[in-house]
C-alpha cells in the first residue's frame, strides 16, 4: 500500500499507522516537496520509488515506511528537517533503513519490534511546550487543567527545564496529568543525567516520563494513542518509556 501525504505531518501520520493494528502488508508514505508545476519536480519520482519498495518483498515486517529522494526511513524515527529541500526527510541518530539503488533495493538496518493498538481515531488535550532560556511557570500557568489530558516537554539537552517550571510540572502530576519529557536536541536520546531541581534526574523521581528517541510530536502522538486505550500507572509508564 501506497499512501500519498503532505510532507508538513506526514511523520505523524506515518507514526500514528505504525502503532495501529494495520493490514498485514508493506505500507508506504511518500510526498513531494516540489509540486508538478516546478522545475525539478520529485513527486513521480518519490511516488514510483514508493511503489518499488511497497512491492518488494523484502518490505515486509519493517513497519510503516516513509520513502523519500531514494531513502526508506522507519516512520517513528523519521522527521522533516527542511522547509524546502528535497531532501528534508532525515531520520537523526539513526539514519535511514535502506537505499533505492538503480535496480534493487537495498536495506541495512531492520525494524524493532512496536506494540500496535486498534484505534481508529484518538481524541484528547495533549500540548508541547519548548524549554527556552528564561522560562520559569508562565506557560503552564495559561493551560486549563480542566481540560488538559497531558502534557508533553520538550526540554533543554539530555532533560532538564527551569527549576520554576518544574515545580509547577509537580503540580500537574500531583492532580494525575502525566507528563512526559523529551530533548529539543536534534540528535541524542533524553535521559535522566542530571540531578539538580529541575534537572533530569529530579524530574524522572517526580515521575514525569523520558520518551526515548521521539520527537515532541511523536511523543504526544504516543501518550494520547496510550490515553486513549486506557493505559494508566506502571502500564502507561513502561509503554512511554519503552
Known amino acids: 500500500m501506497v499512501i500519498t501525504h503532505g510532507t508538513d505531518t506526514l511523520e505523524e501520520t506515518a507514526y500514528f499507522l505504525d502503532t495501529m493494528e494495520v493490514p498485514h502488508m508493506p505500507i508506504v508514505l511518500t510526498g513531494a516537496m516540489r509540486s508538478s508545476n516546478e522545475l525539478g519536480s520529485d513527486g513521480v519520482y518519490n511516488y514510483l520509488s514508493a511503489l518499488r519498495v511497497a512491492s518488494d518483498d523484502k ?24 522547509t524546502t529541500n528535497v531532501s528534508t526527510f532525515q531520520t537523526p541518530t539513526h539514519g535511514p533503513l535502506g537505499l533505492i539503488m ?39 500557568d495559561m493551560l486549563d487543567l480542566d481540560q488538559l489530558n497531558g502534557l508533553i516537554i520538550q526540554a533543554f539537552g539530555a532533560g532538564n527545564i527551569p527549576k520554576e517550571t518544574a515545580q509547577k510540572l509537580e503540580m500537574l502530576l500531583q492532580k494525575g496529568i502525566p507528563v512526559a519529557l523529551v530533548s529539543r ?44 486505550v486506557g493505559l494508566t500507572g506502571q502500564a502507561l509508564k513502561d509503554y512511554m518509556e519503552g
Open 102 to 140: 538503480k535496480q534493487e533495493i537495498l536495506y541495512f538496518k531492520t525494524a524493532e519490534p512496536r506494540v500496535r493498538f486498534d484505534l481508529d481515531h484518538i481524541q484528547g488535550l495533549v500540548p508541547i511546550i519548548s524549554a527556552y532560556a528564561g522560562m520559569t511557570d508562565e506557560l503552564i
Open 59 to 82: 518490505a515486509a515486517d519493517k513497519g510503516v515506511l516513509v520513502v523519500m529522494n531514494d531513502e526508506i526511513h522507519a516512520a517513528k524515527y523519521v522527521t522533516k528537517t527542511h
Open 185 to 228: 536536541c536534534f540528535n541524542g536520546i533524553a535521559e535522566p543525567v542530571y540531578a539538580y531541581q529541575g534537572g533530569g534526574v529530579q524530574l524522572q523521581k517526580s515521575g514525569v516520563f523520558f520518551v526515548k528517541e521521539l520527537n515532541a510530536q511523536k511523543a504526544r502522538l504516543k501518550l494520547l494513542i496510550a490515553l486513549n
